[in-house]
Structures are given as C-alpha cells and as structure tokens.
C-alpha cells in the first residue's frame, strides 16, 4: 500500500550502519552509541536524545547530508512511502548557520530530486529547530527556515526535549516562520499531559501536532482537536519504544480516531525503534483490526494535511 510521512528526522532515520561508516571514515569514536549487534544503544527518552545527537557528529558536509538523504529516501521508498515529510535540522547542519544551511539545503533538495526520478517518492522539507537548545538558538533556526521557504522547504516546526521550557518562550520563531509563508506543527503531548498541546495550539498557533497522544487523558481536549481539525503526527511505535505507552495494546490512537480525530501514521526514527513504515501499518493492522479502508483513511489524512502545494498534492492523493 502506498504511504503518506508526515513526521521523519532526517538525523533520526540515519542507518546505523551508515553513521559507523562515516564516523570510520572521519576518525571519531562513537562506538558507545552502538550495540554489540550494530543498533543505536539508549535507555530512555534522556539517553535516547544524547544518543541521536552523538550520531550526528560525523555528519559534517553537505555532502554527508546528500548520502544521508539518499540512504534514508531510498529505504522510506522500499517500504511503499510515496510522500515524506522531514524534519530538517539547520543546528546540525552548519550550526544555524545561514549561508553554511543553504549549502546543506541544496545538497539534500539534489538527492531528494534523484530519489524522486529513482523511486518516485517526493520529499518535502520542514524547518525544525529544538526546544532544549533554548529560544535565542530557535531563532536563528527561524531565520534559516524564514530565508529558504519555498515550495520545498514548506514547514516549521519544533522538537527536543517537551519539558525544556515552554512553547511561549518559541512563538518568536513560530510568528516569523508564519510570516515567511511556512506551516506549523510542534512536538506536544509526548512528554507532557493535555495542557503542553492546549499551549502548542494557543502560543505557537500550530496547524498540527508532532505526536499530541497524551490528549487522551483529557477527553474535551480530544473532542476540541477533533472538532478544530487538529491533525496529529502519531508514531505508535516510537511511543511504544520509548515508554510514552506500555505496549500497542494501550496506544491510544484507536480511540483517537474512533472519537474523530484527524490522526496520521508516522516512523518518527526507525532505526532508534526498530520500526519502518510497512512495520507500523502491519502492527496497527494486528493490534486494533483495522483493514485497508482504515489505512486509506489515514493516507488521505496524511495526504490533506501535507505542507506541499495542491499540484503536489494531486499526485499524492
Ligand atoms: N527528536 C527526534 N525524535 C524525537 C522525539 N520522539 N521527541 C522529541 N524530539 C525528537
Ligand atoms: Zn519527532
């Protein structure tokens, strides 16, 4: 079945394989990220963090980043991914560095081009800047994503650590990312309960929220999303890897959907949870029941809410 991404960290998807090699290659030693089967090796949301950080540290030129893109495009497109939307990172690209993220910038756009002649899947690129590398950081990510906004960088967004701060202390950034044409989404409701989404929805006036799955505990909340077309970026097995949901079972985004919520299926970090898309799609299927009308569903969701323009949207949909 063909797959709408909404919600991929470009960093977060690197093969760890991948990263062994170029870290090889540049003469840094990061084995302590690794396995002794080769995985990214974390225990915990906390861990997991300085874990993804270290694995970005061989990646040092843009042309990392164009090998990055092409081993992570070619991958989403074995498993059906027509359409990706990733979270592009200018603090590990040149240090928010505007003319260094240009260069970064034109180096994934040439391998996304070639992937999508290659395997016809179409990449679109969302700003992200992250929450505990603190607000003044946020806004120089804000001017990179600000001065190369267009039809392929389309959104801007925000993830890290949900307890760092609060998403009031980045609606500097998010009122210029606005100004500059660009959509909105944020990481909420991961980490924390109801009321880090209600300040995500209020303070940055986002359009969609990265994850949102703690609105269960509070059932207006949900009835409030569902009812304002609030789209979520769900990553059941991320949620399930990291311990925000104790299994597939007690994932809530059944009973999101069922009480009308605009939910989308997403990876989040595949190799971090050992999960692709075909995987997500074949765990939902088994644990709720759901047949491909369900999935249909949420592809056409994914699709709707996609930050593209309407031609590119015609041939998702
Ligand atoms: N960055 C990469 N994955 C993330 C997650 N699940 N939550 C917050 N920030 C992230
Ligand atoms: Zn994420």
Known sequence: MPKVELHLHLEGAAPPAFIR?????RGIDISGIFDAAGNYRYDGFGEFLKVYEA?????RSPQDYYRLTRAVLAESAAHG?????????????????????????HAMQEAAAEAEAADGIIL???VTCIRHFGPDRARAVARCAAETAGDWITGFGIAGDELAGKPADFAWSFDMAREAGLRLTAH??????????????????VERIGHG????????????LAENGVVLEVCPGSNVALGVCRDWRAHPIGRLFDRGVKVTVSTDDPPFFHTTMSHEFDRLAE????DAGVFATLNRTA???????EETRARVL
């Open 213 to 224: 799955v703690r609105a269960i505990e509070d059932l207006a909340l949900v009835d409030e």
């Open 188 to 205: 909420a409701g991961e980490w924390q309960g109801p009321d880090g989404i209600r300040d995500a929805l209020r303070d940055l006036r």
């Open 287 to 290: 644990t709720f029941d759901w």
């Open 21 to 25: 090699g170029l870290a090889k290659e």
């Open 81 to 105: 991914v027509i359409y990706s939307e990733t979270f592009l990172s200018p603090d590990f690209c040149g240090g928010a560095d505007l003319a260094a993220w240009k260069e970064y910038l």
């Open 55 to 59: 694995a970005t540290e061989p990646l």
């Open 303 to 309: 699709a709707e809410a996609a930050f593209c323009d």
């Open 124 to 126: 679109r690129g969302i």
